[in-house]
Structure formats: C-alpha cells, structure tokens
T-cell receptor, first 117, second 115 residues
Framework: AQKVTQAQTEISVVEKEDVTLDCVYE???????LFWYKQPPSGELVFLIR??????QNEISGRYSWNFQKSTSSFNFTITASQVVDSAVYFC??????????????FGKGTLLTVNP | KAGVTQTPRYLIKTRGQQVTLSCSPI?????VSWYQQTPGQGLQFLFE???????NKGNFPGRFSGRQFSNSRSEMNVSTLELGDSALYLC??????????????FGEGSRLTVL
C-alpha cells in the first residue's frame, strides 16, 4: 500500500482557474511531517511547505494554500488564480520515523499540473 | 549562494558498466540524500549521508552505493548497470539530517540512460 497517494496523475486547467491537488497519507507514527515540493521542467524539486503532525492550522502563502486534516489523513494543496508558470509536477511527501532518531522521506507519485493560457 | 550541483547532467552507459555520479551540496550543508526518479516508480529514496556517515538506506540492491567526503560532497556509484537503472538521479542537501526538518534543496539531477 502506498504511504502517500496522489490520486490525480494529471490536471489541466485554464489560467486564472483555481485548482486543488489532493494528497492522502498513511502512517502509524504520531509524530510525522508532511511536505509539498514542486518540480518544474528543469528537474530540481523546490520545497514549498512543511507541516508537522501537531499543527493542523491551514496555511496561506500568496496564491498557495494548504489544508491539513488529520481526521482524513489528507494534506491538500490549492493554487488560486493559477498561472502558466505554475505548470509543473507537484509532489506530496511524508517524513516518518524509520528507526531511532532517523526519519525517511517518502514521496507520492506526483501530479502533473498544466496551466493553459 | 550556489545551489546543489550535480555532475554529469547527462550520461549514456551500456549494460554491465558502472557509473559514478557526483553531488556538491550547498555550502554549509552537511546532509546529502540521493533519490532515483523513474516514470514508473516515481521518486525513491536511495540513501542519506550526514557528516560522512550513512544514516539511512532505501530498498535498493547492493549495486547502489554511495559515500560522502569530509567537505560534504557526495558520490553515488552503480555497478553492473541494468536497463532498469535508467533514471533521473537527484541529489538533495540540507543543513541537518532529514530526521529534523526534511526541507531539502535539490539539484537538477543526473539523467542516466542505460543501453
């Protein structure tokens, strides 16, 4: 079973539309971290946000917002008024304890977002 | 501030050969992680080094190995290459091990093609 599930493989929207990328995770740990990364065509992943398991506050950063709900094990990402530059693959990731004080990061399969002009 | 630098960016090898990839982390970062990215399996964790010690290892065969030098630069090696090793290999650095923050700074990757 996947630990991080991004059910949407590809999403295509028209510029200025709002779009939500879904992420569902699975863990038995009580302490864990969730992340979103963006991978533009150039290849390098860019960190967007980190949330720890004790902080369920939603966060807004410009056109980006994140909704963390432990009850449904979801950490969804919304882009408001999308722009062409938002076109990229977006990865959700889970960091959980892999033994002792070590954590391991597991990525979802990613969602390819295409924003058309 | 220079980012994470990976070399070479592209390379082509044949089955049975071996390959070494290099990663120079952001100055001051002591943790380096390696990931393999393929269309089918997505991003998979290979290993993580912190202060020259391997802290974590993913589920890859022993043909995949790595090391970290005292200047935090890291190399990974794949021996006896197989067609399935064709992938984008991403290196990421961070100030502390992913145990604590998980915020990683990635390079642009080395794209390996095995023929």
């Amino acid at each position: 079973a996947q630990k991080v599930t991004q059910a949407q493989t590809e999403i295509s929207v028209v510029e200025k539309e709002d779009v939500t990328l879904d992420c569902v995770y699975e863990t038995r740990d009580t302490t864990y971290y969730l992340f979103w990364y963006k991978q533009p065509p150039s290849g390098e992943l860019v960190f967007l946000i980190r949330r720890n398991s004790f902080d369920e506050q939603n966060e807004i950063s410009g056109r980006y917002s994140w909704n963390f709900q432990k009850s449904t094990s979801s950490f969804n990402f919304t882009i408001t008024a999308s722009q062409v530059v938002d076109s990229a693959v977006y990865f959700c990731a889970l960091s959980e304890n892999s033994g002792g004080s070590n954590y391991k990061l597991t990525f979802g399969k990613g969602t390819l977002l295409t924003v058309n002009p | 501030k220079a980012g994470v630098t990976q070399t070479p960016r592209y390379l082509i090898k044949t089955r049975g050969q071996q390959v070494t990839l290099s990663c120079s982390p952001i100055s001051g970062h002591r943790s380096v992680s390696w990931y393999q990215q393929t269309p089918g399996q997505g991003l998979q964790f290979l290993f993580e080094y912190f202060s020259e010690t391997q802290r974590n290892k993913g589920n890859f065969p022993g043909r995949f190995s790595g090391r970290q030098f005292s200047n935090s630069r890291s190399e990974m090696n794949v021996s006896t290459l197989e067609l399935g090793d064709s992938a984008l290999y991403l290196c990421a650095s961070s100030l502390t091990p992913t145990s604590f923050t998980g915020e990683l700074f990635f390079g642009e990757g080395s794209r390996l093609t095995v023929l």
